[in-house]
């Protein structure tokens, strides 16, 4: 297995796999041609440094997982650093190989090199195997989060 930057041509391959479950169906528009809207964001993303939108790739050079890293320079803790990781997917058909947990031990690795304090995540609490999965990777629940979808 290989992890590297995303490209154009990977943003299909990308958006299959966030729609492929319950609540991904309901907000991603998977469909040949994409949408433009996709390619959009992905320039926004590969144009902004603190960004990395990253693939694992097989031996085949299939994609078979997806995470977002993003880092926020902030003013607090002296000016620190914290890393997000987003967009989180396997494939479903390379789940349960340990690929998720590669992806977490790079996303960390990643941020402590760009000096970043802490990494956080948020998850859906209508995902509690993903939930499960952090724990065990040893994120906390240190805070409660809240969103305002505009």
Known sequence: MK????????????????ADDQLGQQREDFRIPLPNAYYIAFEKIKADPNQELIVLVDEANSIVGTLQLSFIPYL??????RAQIEQVRIHK??????????????AIHSAR?????VVQLTTDKKRPDALRFYENLGFKASHEGMKHHL
């Open 113 to 117: 090199e760009k000096g970043a304090h």
């Open 76 to 81: 607090t803790y002296q000016g620190g650093i």
């Open 3 to 18: 992890i590297r930057r995303a490209k154009r041509e990977d943003v299909a391959d990308i958006v299959a796999m966030l």
């Open 93 to 106: 058909n390379h789940r349960g190989k340990g690929l998720g947990k590669f992806l977490f031990e790079w």
